[in-house]
């Protein structure tokens, strides 16, 4: 196995060319494991790559769990019933726990929570484009669980299949959450269309057509400009690519307005029968990239908010240490 060492004859020092061989064996038995559809563990060795795309997928996903919280949580002191601000705040609890799943997957690749967030905060890392748009009005409730949870289950389920089991694991709990997520929302707006008064129906579609392109965008660049499928694909973390998944969405959706009765704000929305699936018109990439790059409506204000309250918790997690020394003092040292 080693025979490499003696072929470089002393020209390599003689621990990197056994680490390298090393490794070609070691990645040989990662991509057999992959092809085989198997599972990595946070203690299984991996390629450098993969565990760099895993941290920046995990936190990017962690962090828009979190800046979810921001648009919704906007609604709780102003629910229109208690029934519905209890749904609301645990829903908006739901989400504070998904991020906690996913840092807590994120870290187990080596990565400290204080640096995800750290680079949340400077605004050099991402979280999903669709939480820069508005809550308006309380239909924006009700459409964010109909069509952004919903959107957000299409993409998650098939990450409960991830090859990185701790990351898969993380999703199974979260998914099961989100369905009920989308099913509350699709619920609230169904009791406003069937027993809304007129002004409350108008309020709904207008919501409506405000959040569909951007729900849309929340797949991530068509195939033929996404940088990162391929390779996620390969190695088993995407399971379905961004056109697929969006198609998917789109063919379960719009069977679901016309039990809302709402009209989704699309005039090349047709049945392609040839195709099986409904044909949409075409996206603004424009307006996408616009929001990921930092100039969407509410981008600034969601990272101020970010910061802020990080920076008011600052006593919590001071105090959370000081009471960890403490117990470590007080523990018997060892004879
Ligand atoms: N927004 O090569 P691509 C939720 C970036 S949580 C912003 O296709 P990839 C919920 C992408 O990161 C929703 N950026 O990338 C929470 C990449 O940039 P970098 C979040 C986006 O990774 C609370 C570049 O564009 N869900 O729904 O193969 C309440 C090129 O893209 C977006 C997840 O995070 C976007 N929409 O595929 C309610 C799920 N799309 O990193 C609901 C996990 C793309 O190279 N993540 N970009 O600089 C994924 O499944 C994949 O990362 C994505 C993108 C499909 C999002």
């Given at each position: 196995m080693y025979t490499q060492a003696m072929d470089t004859q002393g020209k390599e020092p003689e621990d990197k060319t056994l680490r390298s061989v090393e490794e070609r064996a070691l990645l040989q038995r990662f991509d057999a494991n992959i092809d085989d559809g198997g599972f990595i563990e946070a203690k299984d060795w991996m390629p450098e790559n993969y565990r760099r795309t895993l941290v920046r997928q995990i936190s990017q996903h962690a962090h828009s769990e979190i800046v979810g919280m921001l648009p919704e949580g906007n609604w709780i002191s102003r629910a229109p019933t208690l029934k519905r601000k209890a749904i609301l705040l645990a829903k908006v609890q739901d989400e504070g726990g998904h991020g906690l799943y996913l840092y807590a997957a994120a870290e187990t690749l080596g990565t400290s929570r204080d640096e995800l967030l750290a680079a949340l905060h400077s605004g050099k890392a991402k979280y999903s484009?669709?939480?820069?748009?508005?809550?308006?009005?309380?239909?924006d409730v009700g459409t964010i669980g109909w069509l952004v949870d919903g959107a957000a289950i299409m993409n998650q389920v098939p990450i409960c299949r991830c090859s990185y089991a701790p990351y898969a694991r993380a999703m199974i709990r979260i998914c099961r959450e989100e369905s009920f997520h989308q099913r509350q929302g699709f619920d609230s707006l169904l009791v406003m269309m069937q027993n809304g008064t007129e002004a409350q129906k108008a309020m709904v579609q207008d919501a409506v057509n405000r959040w569909w392109w951007p729900c849309l965008m929340?797949?991530?660049?068509?195939d033929d400009q996404s940088p990162n499928t391929a390779q996620g694909m390969r190695w088993g973390i995407?399971?379905?690519s961004n056109d697929e998944l969006r198609q998917k969405f789109v063919d379960a959706t719009v069977e679901q307005a016309k039990v809302l009765g709402v009209t989704l704000?699309?005039?090349?929305l047709k049945w392609n029968e040839e195709r099986g699936h409904w044909d949409f018109g075409t996206i603004d990439w424009d307006e996408f990239w616009n929001v990921v790059n930092g100039n969407g409506p509410c981008n600034r204000e969601r990272l101020a908010a970010r910061v802020k309250a990080w920076e008011e918790g600052a006593w919590v997690r001071e105090a959370a240490l000081a009471h960890a020394d403490k117990q470590a003092q007080r523990q018997p040292k060892a004879a």
């Open positions: 484009s669709i939480f820069n748009y508005p809550t308006l009005t309380w239909a929340m797949f991530g660049p068509p995407k399971r379905v704000p699309d005039p090349d």
